[in-house]
């Protein structure tokens, strides 16, 4: 009985293993490098004020709210933004799916999607005791 039981469960043991593997459980370290990678195109795109780049970068609830607020495209409403121009990374934090990058002048926060590190929230400044304020950001 013992096993047929252990038989039962190595192919759904295998198959877990076999997804969790494919599925993001990456480590920390290539979630930084990752996220990192993600804020400097975001960087790179301001830097060349390539519009359709940056709101490529974003994620959809951010783009979205940038298109709302602006009532116009994403195209039209990031080139009046005042996100600033930033280039060096002073720190990465990734929590979970979630990560921070802060930059010589920017705070940039990130969200882990499918297709890769999205910007939810740019032109971060922090705030003592109070939550950062954001130039863009989604709803």
């Known amino acids: 009985m013992l ?7 190595t192919p759904v043991a ?8 494919v599925s993001g459980c990456a480590s920390l370290s290539d979630r930084e490098d990752a996220a990192t990678a993600s804020a ?13 780049a940056l709101c490529a970068a974003l994620a959809p609830g951010t783009r979205q709210e940038l298109e709302d607020t602006a009532k116009s495209s994403c195209e039209q409403a990031i ?21 921070r990058v802060v930059l010589d002048a920017d705070t940039l926060f990130l969200s882990s999607f499918p297709d890769g590190w999205k910007i939810t929230a740019a032109g971060c400044e922090p705030r003592p ?7 863009l950001k989604g709803g």
């Open 3 to 9: 096993h047929e039981r252990t038989r039962r469960w």
């Open 14 to 21: 295998g198959a877990a293993l076999a997804l969790a593997s």
């Open 40 to 52: 400097l195109r975001f960087e790179t795109a301001i830097a060349r004020q390539d519009s359709a």
């Open 79 to 99: 080139s009046g933004s005042d996100v600033p121009d930033a280039s060096g990374v002073q720190r990465v934090d990734v929590y979970g799916r979630q990560a």
């Open 129 to 135: 005791r109070k939550p950062y304020k954001c130039e």
